[in-house]
């Protein structure tokens, strides 16, 4: 379906997704002319949009006017068949691996438009304080998981991410493609990501890939203080809980694959 007259070249569906995108950057709220100029909507589209997303509940509106995301989206994006199956499947191990290092520990996936998302986290009273939420954007370059993501990407999407301007966080943040490029390598040849101090000054990320079938499907990431966290044994726990995750997925896959008790063959 086209849009008005005035943006000819955009569909409705692509406008909403526009505000829903704008909308998810960040666990703020937003007005509609902001989102009107983060979208570059016109006032009155953007405005008539979000009525009828707030009577659908995929927006809410706030007392003071304001919008963010309605309970319905959450709702969708938590039951995605395969980031639900890898969430059960990661949570007890992240639990048991938070409360052994007392640090932060992020599960990523990426969500398929070139960037990734944190999708579970969990900390305690002496972890590391990570900037961002859950269901917040992981950038692929500056993050441990996000650089473990991008390294077993296709060499298609590795070449695209390379080639595009990498923002900087810190003055930490490896922003060049040549030396991006070797840590994906080495990321491959070891199994584990790094990032330090790459997008929070003072923290250390460690990173390691979740399998299934042989595709990376994720990355657990956990994060602690530069310059007092045992790198090499984390590195080595963080290992360890991704291949027990990527053990659980597929037994979990299996048994509800499986025919159920006393079918007949």
Avoid at 145 to 153: D, N, R
Avoid at 195 to 220: Q, R, Y
Wanted: hydrophobic share 45%.
């Amino acid at each position: 379906m086209a849009g008005n007259g005035r943006d000819p070249g955009r569909s409705v569906a692509s406008k909403i997704f526009a505000i829903l995108g704008a909308l998810g950057r960040s666990a703020q709220s937003y007005s509609a002319a902001e989102l009107s100029r983060a979208t570059a909507l016109p006032a009155t589209t953007v405005l008539r949009l979000l009525r009828e997303m707030e009577a659908l509940n995929v927006v809410r509106r706030t007392a003071a006017g304001r919008y963010e995301i309605g309970l319905d989206v959450w709702r969708w994006g938590v039951r995605v068949p395969q980031i639900d199956l890898i969430r059960r499947a990661a949570r007890p191990l992240m639990d048991d691996l938070q409360r052994a290092t007392r640090e932060n520990v992020t599960l990523a996936v990426l969500d398929g438009h070139g960037s990734a998302i944190a999708v579970e986290k969990v900390s305690g009273g002496q972890s590391w304080k990570v900037v961002g939420e859950m269901g917040a954007e992981v950038p692929l370059h500056a993050t441990a998981a996000g650089k473990v993501l991008l390294a077993y990407s296709s060499p298609a999407e590795i070449r695209r991410v390379l080639a595009r301007p990498l923002p900087r966080h810190t003055p930490f943040t490896v922003v060049n493609p040549s030396l991006l490029d070797k840590q994906l390598s080495e990321i491959r040849r070891t199994g584990v990501g790094y990032a330090g101090e790459e997008m929070n000054l003072g923290s250390v990320s460690i990173a390691a890939p979740i399998w299934l079938h042989g595709d990376v499907v994720g990355a657990l990431s956990l994060v602690g203080h530069y310059r007092t966290a045992d790198v090499k044994s984390l590195s080595v726990a963080v290992k360890k809980v991704t291949r027990e995750i990527s053990d659980n997925i597929a037994k979990q896959l299996a048994e509800e694959s499986a025919p159920p008790s006393g079918h007949l063959r």
